[in-house]
């Protein structure tokens, strides 16, 4: 690999630090206070709650719209990764891992969709039983994924806030950042480490176990990418994912309350 020159590497750096910084990066630098200050609070972590997807307004159709903006500018970071690794000639966002493979091959959208559901069943299935035992050590707080209303567009809302989530954090964390780390002359095994780091790190505002378990899913989904060179298993695997959290937690409240139900004082 052909080095590159020591200009071109500081505007890199400053280019990560950037998009970093308007995204992930910044996730991660308030998760470190998050974790921090409820640390500090009389309740230990296991008697906290974190929730994810919360609502934005009363009114349902101002929700809604919130909810909406709040998703299109939310792929804004992914939005400029695609403008800075964006080529001239097909494949466009190869850089990326999408497209037609960079090195010749043809495009297999089946086998990365497959791919993708291996992968989501290989981190989801333990990940469940990693979470149980993480809350009940009192390392991790108890985790709402969704306390929306019951109205026509919760669950496509969910869905898109798992599309969201799923192609900012593979095509940010994973696939921008590994393209720039190898420019700046940085080792596979350094990559995947630092992307599973800072993926652990935005996760830290469900405590100790949100962010151990995120550095695994990391590691995983990082040596995936190094071997398939390949963006969509990933996208795939982390939608299937947070579909199941998201939607899965609203309709299991719906179908057993008195499993949810908070208990009496």
Same mark, same amino acid.
């Given at each position: 690999?052909?080095?590159?020159?020591?200009?071109?590497?500081?505007?890199?750096?400053?280019?990560?630090?950037?998009?970093? +910084?308007?995204? @992930?990066? +910044?996730?991660?630098?308030?998760?470190?206070?998050? $974790?921090?200050?409820?640390?500090?609070?009389?309740?230990?972590?296991?008697?906290?709650?974190?929730?994810?997807?919360?609502?934005?307004?009363? *009114?349902?159709?101002?929700?809604?719209?919130?909810?909406?903006?709040? $998703?299109? @500018?939310? !792929?804004? &970071?992914?939005?400029?990764?695609?403008?800075?690794?964006?080529?001239? *000639?097909?494949?466009?966002?190869?850089?990326?891992?999408?497209?037609?493979?960079?090195?010749?091959?043809?495009? *297999?959208?089946?086998?990365?969709?497959?791919?993708?559901? =291996?992968?989501?069943?290989?981190?989801?299935?333990?990940?469940?039983?990693?979470?149980?035992?993480?809350?009940?050590?009192? $390392?991790?707080?108890?985790?709402? &994924?969704?306390?929306?209303?019951?109205?026509?567009?919760?669950?496509?809302?969910?869905?898109?806030?798992?599309?969201?989530?799923? /192609?900012?954090?593979? !095509?940010?964390?994973?696939?921008?950042?590994?393209?720039?780390?190898?420019?700046?002359?940085?080792?596979?095994?350094?990559?995947?480490?630092?992307? +599973?780091?800072? *993926?652990?790190?935005?996760? /830290?505002?469900?405590?100790? =176990?949100? @962010?151990?378990?995120?550095?695994?899913?990391?590691?995983?989904?990082?040596?995936?990418?190094?071997?398939?060179?390949?963006?969509? &298993?990933?996208?795939?695997?982390?939608?299937?994912?947070?579909?199941?959290?998201?939607?899965?937690?609203?309709?299991?409240?719906?179908?057993?309350?008195?499993? @949810?139900?908070?208990?009496? &004082?």
């Amino acid at each position: 690999m052909q080095a590159t020159p020591s200009d071109v590497r500081t505007r890199l750096r400053w280019e990560i630090g950037i998009v970093l +910084a308007l995204s @992930f990066g +910044a996730a991660g630098v308030r998760g470190i206070v998050i $974790i921090i200050d409820r640390l500090t609070l009389p309740e230990a972590l296991a008697e906290q709650t974190a929730t994810l997807n919360t609502s934005l307004a009363d *009114r349902s159709g101002f929700d809604l719209t919130y909810q909406l903006l709040g $998703i299109l @500018f939310g !792929l804004a &970071p992914v939005a400029l990764v695609a403008f800075l690794l964006w080529r001239a *000639r097909a494949p466009h966002l190869g850089a990326l891992g999408l497209g037609r493979p960079l090195h010749g091959g043809r495009l *297999r959208v089946g086998r990365e969709v497959l791919a993708g559901v =291996g992968l989501a069943a290989l981190i989801g299935i333990p990940g469940i039983a990693f979470y149980l035992i993480t809350k009940a050590i009192g $390392i991790n707080v108890t985790v709402v &994924p969704t306390d929306l209303g019951a109205f026509w567009w919760t669950v496509p809302i969910l869905i898109l806030r798992a599309l969201q989530a799923a /192609l900012g954090e593979e !095509l940010v964390v994973v696939a921008y950042l590994f393209d720039r780390l190898r420019r700046l002359g940085v080792g596979p095994v350094a990559t995947i480490v630092s992307s +599973a780091l800072l *993926r652990g790190s935005y996760h /830290l505002y469900q405590g100790f =176990g949100g @962010f151990l378990g995120n550095v695994v899913m990391g590691l995983v989904f990082g040596w995936a990418y190094q071997r398939w060179g390949r963006s969509t &298993p990933l996208i795939v695997a982390h939608w299937i994912l947070d579909i199941v959290s998201f939607v899965g937690y609203g309709l299991a409240v719906a179908l057993w309350p008195a499993l @949810f139900a908070a208990p009496n &004082p």
